[in-house]
């Protein structure tokens, strides 16, 4: 069996990963693969760092660089180096309640889009870890 320092390594040599081709808004080929231990479907975030490092206004601390967000995705194909994500997200169309008549309880009802969201500006050199 592995010890935890053991996968914990692993883990910091494997991520974070990086975006290394856009194929288009919605998808991305990363630098991780099925050697890295990435599974079919495995969810990751899109990232990138901000430039400036942030301080703590009350002590002056390094916060360290904010992490902005540029979406979601999934892994959708596995090589042994590198994989494919897609995004995950998709718009939404309609939200209503709906009652539940046998529990008297309110049910969301969301209807979705069958088009998804495409990542926020996606750039080979974008960051990617897993949620």
């Given at each position: 069996?592995?010890?935890?320092?053991?996968?914990?390594?692993?883990?910091?040599?494997?991520?974070?990963?990086?975006?290394?081709?856009?194929?288009?808004?919605?998808?991305?080929?990363?630098?991780?693969?099925?050697?890295?231990?990435?599974?079919?479907?495995?969810?990751?975030?899109?990232?990138?760092?901000?430039?400036?490092?942030?301080?703590?206004?009350?002590?002056?601390e390094s916060l360290g660089y904010?992490?902005?967000?540029?979406?979601?995705?999934?892994?959708?194909?596995?090589?042994?180096?590198?994989?494919?994500?897609?995004?995950?997200?998709?718009?939404?169309?309609?939200?209503?309640?709906?009652?539940?008549?046998?529990?008297?309880?309110?049910?969301?009802?969301?209807?979705?889009?069958?088009?998804?969201?495409?990542?926020?500006?996606?750039?080979?050199?974008?960051?990617?870890?897993?949620?």
């Amino acid at each position: 069996m592995e010890s935890t320092q053991a996968i914990q390594d692993v883990k910091e040599k494997t991520f974070p990963a990086t975006v290394v081709k856009v194929i288009d808004s919605c998808k991305l080929a990363i630098n991780r693969g099925k050697i890295h231990g990435l599974k079919q479907g495995q969810r990751l975030l899109v990232y990138s760092l901000s430039v400036q490092e942030i301080q703590d206004p009350n002590t002056g601390e390094s916060l360290g660089y904010l992490e902005i967000v540029k979406g979601t995705g999934q892994v959708i194909h596995l090589q042994e180096k590198m994989c494919t994500i897609e995004s995950d997200k998709q718009k939404i169309l309609t939200r209503k309640m709906q009652k539940n008549v046998y529990f008297g309880l309110r049910d969301e009802i969301v209807e979705y889009e069958q088009n998804l969201v495409p990542f926020e500006d996606p750039e080979p050199g974008d960051l990617v870890k897993p949620i």
